[in-house]
């Protein structure tokens, strides 16, 4: 992977923030993106200790023109992209009849829209140089039914389905798209700073850690891997049993004790949000 180019989105913390990290150890030249520069500038370092480029680009992937954005920011900075991590995320945890159409749009444009934009931009530089690998960060949650995910698990099963797609059509010229299909991760990301910021309490033998994310990064890119499930055994089983049994969901959320917790974060969402508009 050395000296190849990648852009990695939502790189300015959480789990992207390991995958750069991961990439640059292996000297592999960034574009991170992101809305919060500052954040992203924590990066900055990695160019001296691994002598490779890290460049960053602020900029809302919820933007109608924000794929676009992210192209011209790459073909500045970085010239030509061999690799493309569809990394960035937004996640709202509320009830979904609590959320507004703009707020389901902007899960659906950051989410799925923007990467999969983002990848048809990409795609003819990589066709042209025979070269090019698409790793689309996606979940558990639409596979599960998790609780109050529907426009996110909407989006990353629709990831799942985008990079099968991509892979069939262009693997021959050696431009290839993989998926990395999480469950709940730990010490870094949206699911430890809810556990964080609501004192709430889950079974970290469910979790893994954003290392092991990254290193599944890593060896989707070099080994080109349709699908890596990145979660401890007995999730992976119940990834299995949700497949062959759908009907089950509700069950399985009841006995997992996920709608509990997810009730409990989607009150708490729901209550910050009221003491916002008070204080406002
Ligand atoms: N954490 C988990 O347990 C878990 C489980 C399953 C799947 N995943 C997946 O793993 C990936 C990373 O999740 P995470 O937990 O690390 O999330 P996170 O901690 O919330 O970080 C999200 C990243 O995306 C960026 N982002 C969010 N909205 C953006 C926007 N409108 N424009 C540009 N950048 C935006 C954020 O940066 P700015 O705020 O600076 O813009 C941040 O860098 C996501 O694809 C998520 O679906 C995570």
């Given at each position: 992977?050395e000296a190849r180019?990648?852009i990695?989105?939502g790189?300015?913390y959480?789990?992207?923030?390991h995958?750069a990290r991961?990439l640059a150890a292996r000297r592999?030249?960034?574009l991170?993106v992101?809305?919060?520069?500052a954040a992203?500038a ?7 200790t691994?002598?490779?480029?890290v460049e960053f680009?602020?900029?809302?992937l ?7 954005e ?5 073909a500045?900075e970085l010239?030509?992209?061999?690799v493309l991590v569809?990394?960035?995320a ?15 749009e902007?899960?659906?444009?950051v989410?799925?829209?923007?990467p999969?934009v983002l990848?048809r931009l ?11 690998r698409?790793v689309?960060?996606s979940?558990?949650?639409g596979?599960v039914?998790?609780p ?6 909407a989006s990353?099963?629709?990831?799942i ?6 892979r069939?059509d262009?693997r ?8 990395i299909?999480?469950g ?5 990301g ?14 970290t033998a469910?979790?893994?850690k ?6 599944a990064?890593?060896?989707a890119?070099e080994r080109?891997?349709?699908e890596?499930?990145?979660?401890p055994g007995?999730g992976r089983l119940?990834?299995a049993?949700?497949d ?8 399985m959320?009841?006995?997992s ?6 009730s409990?974060?989607?009150?708490y969402r729901?209550a910050?949000r009221?003491s916002?508009?008070m204080?406002?």
């Amino acid at each position: 992977m050395e000296a190849r180019n990648a852009i990695v989105t939502g790189a300015s913390y959480g789990i992207g923030e390991h995958i750069a990290r991961a990439l640059a150890a292996r000297r592999v030249n960034l574009l991170l993106v992101a809305r919060w520069e500052a954040a992203l500038a924590r990066l900055e370092p990695e160019r001296r200790t691994r002598h490779t480029k890290v460049e960053f680009a602020a900029i809302d992937l919820g933007g109608p023109r924000a794929a676009d954005e992210v192209a011209q920011a790459a073909a500045t900075e970085l010239g030509t992209v061999d690799v493309l991590v569809n990394n960035a995320a937004v996640e709202l945890q509320r009830r979904f009849h609590t959320l507004d159409t703009d707020e389901i749009e902007t899960v659906l444009r950051v989410d799925l829209i923007t990467p999969i934009v983002l990848s048809r931009l990409l795609l003819p530089q990589m066709l042209e140089r025979g070269y090019g690998r698409i790793v689309n960060i996606s979940a558990i949650a639409g596979r599960v039914g998790f609780p109050f995910t529907e426009a996110y698990a909407a989006s990353k099963d629709g990831l799942i389905a985008f990079s099968r797609v991509l892979r069939n059509d262009y693997r021959s010229a050696d431009v290839s798209a993989s998926a990395i299909v999480l469950g709940a991760v730990r010490d870094a990301g949206l699911g430890q700073r809810t556990l964080d910021e609501t004192g709430l309490k889950a079974n970290t033998a469910f979790m893994v850690k954003p290392d092991k994310v990254a290193r599944a990064v890593v060896r989707a890119i070099e080994r080109d891997k349709a699908e890596i499930v990145v979660m401890p055994g007995p999730g992976r089983l119940m990834k299995a049993l949700m497949d062959l049994f759908p009907g089950f969901g509700s069950a399985m959320n009841r006995i997992s004790g996920a709608e509990k917790l997810m009730s409990s974060v989607a009150d708490y969402r729901e209550a910050s949000r009221h003491s916002v508009r008070m204080s406002m």
